[in-house]
């Protein structure tokens, strides 16, 4: 059974700093998004990574995989208080099923 | 392009009484996903469909839940009698299935139930 884990599962950080976050996942993969959720409104999806070394970067958001460590980072750059919002990634299990993480809360401080 | 679109966006019952979600997907998106999502936690799926054919409804708690999409666009969740525990968002997604190798799932603003 594909288990995909998140951590931190709370963060809060300063503006201008920059941080890392992690999601591992227990069984081979080969797709991975990354969603952004702000409180009280739905999903929008920020990345797809679909091979090993894939790397894509929106703006102060960069996400990576490695399939083989089966682990994915989404790193934010100099972090700003617009980008406080709950992600979340999601691990394709096969048979097009989406295996979430819990999410990370991300609080961004002026 | 308009996207996922739900209704409503919040619903009160009381306990036992029936509740109803329609979802209408972007439109030429073959499959639909419904998701229920508790306060703190990642989507868990319901059901999934490709075009009126559920595919993948083995999460669906099908003594009180119900599901369809007749015409393969719009679609609607029924919970029947509704439950305490039954409270949460409910969202619905759509993705395109058009043979592309992202397949990104897009959603809808979700509908906000809270059973009494």
């Known amino acids: 059974e594909l288990k995909v884990e998140q951590n931190p599962l709370f963060l809060s950080m300063q503006e201008g700093k920059n941080y890392t976050i992690y999601c591992n996942y227990s069984?081979?993969?080969?797709?991975l998004y990354w969603y952004r959720q702000d409180p009280g409104k739905s999903l929008e999806s920020l990345f797809v990574?679909?091979?090993n070394g894939a790397v894509k970067q929106e703006g102060r958001l960069m996400a990576s995989l490695d399939t083989k460590a089966r682990l994915s980072t989404l790193h934010i750059t100099a972090a700003v208080h617009d980008l406080s919002a709950t992600y979340f990634c999601?691990?394709?299990?096969?048979?097009?099923?989406?295996?979430w993480g819990a999410g990370t809360k991300l609080i961004i401080k002026p | 392009e308009a996207g996922v679109v739900q209704s409503p966006r919040y619903k009160i019952i009381e306990k036992k009484q029936p509740v109803a979600f329609w979802c209408n997907p972007i439109?030429?998106?073959?499959?639909l996903y419904w998701y229920l999502q508790n306060l703190g936690q990642g989507p868990e799926l319901l059901i999934r469909y490709e075009n009126e054919e559920a595919v993948d409804d083995s999460q669906l708690p099908k003594d009180r839940f119900s599901a369809e999409r007749l015409k393969g666009v719009d679609s609607t969740l029924k919970i029947q009698p509704a439950e305490l525990g039954d409270s949460a968002v409910y969202l619905c997604a759509s993705s395109p299935r058009d043979g592309g190798t992202t397949d990104t799932q897009y959603f809808g603003p979700g509908t906000r139930l809270t059973v009494l």
């Open positions: 999601a691990v394709d299990g096969g048979n097009y099923q989406l295996i």
């Open positions: 069984t081979t993969s080969d797709r």
């Open positions: 439109s030429g998106h073959n499959t």
């Open positions: 990574l679909l091979s």
